[in-house]
């Protein structure tokens, strides 16, 4: 399993012991540093079954910079958000868990990086 963080995000710091604890076997993405292109976007998108809205820090400064809260939410508008979230990385919700079995997870909480372990990745 891969995990996309910030160092800098508490969520991140707390999904990083809760897969250390339970002894899980990953690597780390420091996706600041190592963005995701669109094509990567859209194919984390479909493992997480969510839509890039769903996925966007629209609390950011890049966000307001864009006005991002006054982009649209419909199908012809996916391309135009996954083309933002690949130019501005800070814009992607943290930590993404990818699963081996092909799931993927929104880990914010200890409970969805549990799901996620069980689902393809603890030891």
Known sequence: MEIWINPACS???SALSTLDAEGAEYTVRRYLEDPPDAAE?????GRLG????????????????????????????RDRWIDALAAHPSLIQRPIITS????????????AVRDAMGRGGAV
């Open 11 to 13: 969520k991140c710091r």
């Open 41 to 45: 976007l859209r194919a984390v998108l």
């Open 50 to 77: 969510l839509e890039p809205w769903d996925i966007a820090r629209t609390q950011e400064p890049a966000a307001a910079g864009l006005g991002l809260k006054e982009w649209g939410r419909a199908p012809e508008d």
């Open 100 to 111: 081996d079995d092909g799931t993927a997870h929104v880990a914010r909480t200890e409970d």
